[in-house]
C-alpha cells in the first residue's frame, strides 16, 4: 500500500515570502499526484495534479508542483504568497492503472501567514 | 454547478447505534468515494462506488458499509457505533477514469460525534 508524508505539520511565512511545502510518497508503481487546499471554514479543492508528461505542473492561484520521479517527491511551492493562502494543504495519491483507487492523503500542512 | 453535497451537516449518536450518511455527487459525476478524517489520524480512504457498485474500500471493518443508488447518489452505514469513529466523514464524487486521473470533488463532510 502507498503512503504520503508531507514533512511540515505547521508553516508560519510572512506575506511576498516563498513558499515549498515537501511531499514524499512510497509506492514502486505508477502514481497520481494531488495537492489539495482546505481553505478555512471551505471545504477541499483542487490546486493541482499531476498525471503524466511535464513534471512541472502548475495550479491554481500562482501554485506549481514538481514530480521528481527517482526522490518520490512532488513539492508545493509558490513564489511569493499572500495572506489569503492561509490554509491547510494536502498532498495525495493515487495509484494507476487497473481501475482507480481512493487517494491516500498526507497528514497535511497548516500553513499561516502573517501579514 | 451545485457541488458535492451531504447531509446531515452534524449528528450525535452513541455507542452501539447505527448511523446512515447521504451524499450527492455533481451532476454527470459515477464515481462516489467515502473518507473518515478522525482527529490524529488525518484523511483516510473508506469506500469507492461506481456505477452501483463498490470498487473498492479501505482498511477498515465491515460494519463500514455502503451503497450507491441509480441516480449516483450514495449512503454510508457504520453499524455498532464506536467511540473511535467520531470523526468527520467526507464524501467526494468524480467521473470515472481508468486510470484514477479524474480529481475527486469533495464535500463539507458529516461531524458524527459518539457519546
Known amino acids: 500500500a502507498q503512503s504520503v508524508s508531507q514533512h511540515n505539520h505547521h508553516v508560519i511565512l510572512s506575506e511576498a515570502a516563498s513558499l515549498e511545502l515537501g511531499c514524499n510518497y512510497s509506492y514502486g508503481g505508477t502514481v497520481n499526484l494531488f495537492w489539495y487546499v482546505q481553505y478555512p471554514g471551505q471545504h477541499l479543492q483542487l490546486l493541482l495534479k499531476?498525471?503524466?508528461?511535464?513534471?512541472l505542473v502548475k495550479g491554481i492561484k500562482g501554485f506549481e508542483a514538481e514530480f521528481i520521479k527517482s526522490k518520490f517527491s512532488f513539492n508545493l511551492r509558490k513564489p511569493s504568497v499572500q495572506w489569503s493562502d492561509t490554509a491547510e494543504y494536502f498532498c495525495?495519491?493515487?495509484?494507476?492503472?487497473?481501475?482507480?483507487?481512493?487517494?491516500?492523503f498526507g497528514k497535511g500542512t497548516h500553513l499561516i501567514i502573517q501579514p | 454547478e451545485a457541488g458535492v453535497t451531504q447531509s446531515p451537516t452534524h449528528l450525535i449518536k452513541t455507542r452501539g447505534q447505527q448511523v446512515t450518511l447521504r451524499c450527492s455527487p455533481i451532476s454527470g459525476h459515477t464515481s462516489v468515494y467515502w473518507y473518515q478524517q478522525a482527529l490524529g489520524l488525518g484523511l483516510q480512504f473508506l469506500l469507492w462506488y461506481d456505477e452501483g457498485e463498490e470498487r473498492n474500500r479501505g482498511n477498515f471493518p465491515p460494519r463500514f458499509s455502503g451503497r450507491q443508488f441509480p441516480n449516483y447518489s450514495s449512503e454510508l452505514n457504520v453499524n455498532a457505533l464506536e467511540l473511535e469513529d467520531s470523526a468527520l466523514y467526507l464524501c467526494?464524487?468524480?467521473?470515472?477514469?481508468?486510470?484514477?486521473?479524474?480529481?475527486?470533488?469533495f464535500g463539507d463532510g458529516t461531524r458524527l460525534s459518539i457519546l
Open positions: 499531476y498525471f503524466s508528461g511535464d513534471p
Open positions: 467526494a464524487s468524480s467521473m470515472y477514469g481508468q486510470w484514477g486521473n479524474q480529481p475527486q470533488h
Open positions: 495525495a495519491v493515487n495509484t494507476r492503472g487497473g481501475g482507480a483507487d481512493g487517494l491516500t
